[in-house]
């Protein structure tokens, strides 16, 4: 399945929804993930509204919804369904969810926030099948997300075939060990994000690690289609700077082709 250049809106989170859209289109993405903090909080219409407008003028997609519902966390439930509704007023298949912490818990505890996790998703899943929209996972260590192994075994506990996840690469990890990953994880794929960071949290320019991500790219097109554009999306550029920004997305359009 081909894969389509998309922007994470986060990545430009200190600009207005307006200059966001005009990076976008500078770097040659095709559609924008809207994230839930500032740009469209959840239950904000008129900030969704106004989102969905501005993409639809630039002929951007609007791909997901990078929501901080946090499957597990006090309130979760009801986050996500002022999430669903800014997800209808974006016109987004699909929402980016989180599950919370998981480390430095004690085994007992851990489990029981486990179960608790579980059937948030659950719940997460069921709503948003009743809206005819997906969820999927931000795959992230420190979360009950951090390998493909807890990953697929969340999946399987949760059992709703509108469950996803997204996929990135640990920060500084080898190319084999992120192709072992994602290989795993093909199933189950909904987008990729984007970046390159060392191991210390040093952000690099995508231009120079175009080899990297060639290899990731090509194995994400081998993933199963789904039944709308598959993107990879560019989440963090050096400095959250406009200009690195663009330069990461034409650097992406490089590897992708339109």
């Not at 931000?138 to 997204?166: A, I, K, S, Y």
Request: hydrophobic residues 45%.
């Amino acid at each position: 399945m081909s894969l389509s250049p998309g922007l994470c809106s986060v990545a430009l989170r200190h600009l207005d929804p307006d200059q966001v859209v005009e990076c976008a289109l500078a770097g040659g993405a095709a559609g924008i993930e809207w994230e839930a903090r500032r740009h469209v909080a959840p239950g904000d219409l008129d900030a969704a509204t106004k989102a969905a407008r501005l993409c639809l003028a630039a002929g951007l997609d609007i791909p997901s919804y990078g929501t901080y519902a946090r499957a597990g966390a006090d309130g979760a439930r009801d986050e996500f369904a002022a999430c669903l509704a800014s997800a209808a007023a974006l016109a987004t298949p699909l929402l980016r969810v989180w599950t919370e912490r998981s480390t430095d818990i004690e085994p007992t505890a851990r489990a029981l926030l486990f179960d608790r996790v579980v059937a948030d998703l659950t719940a997460f899943c069921d709503l948003a099948a009743i809206a005819g929209r997906h969820v999927s996972l931000e795959f992230h260590p420190g979360t009950f997300t951090e390998t493909p192994e807890q990953t697929h075994d969340l999946l399987r506990r949760v059992g709703r075939h509108n469950l996803r996840t997204h996929w990135q690469p640990d920060y500084g990890q080898p190319l084999h060990e992120a192709e072992a990953s994602l290989q795993q994880m093909l199933p189950a794929l909904s987008y990729l994000h984007v970046f390159c960071w060392t191991k210390e949290h040093v952000r690099m320019p995508l231009r120079d690690n175009l080899d990297y991500w060639s290899s990731l790219l090509e194995l994400a097109r081998t993933a199963p289609a789904l039944a709308w554009p598959r993107y990879a999306m560019i989440e963090f550029s050096p400095d959250d700077q406009p200009d690195a920004v663009v330069a990461d997305l034409r650097a992406l359009g490089q590897l992708l082709p339109r």
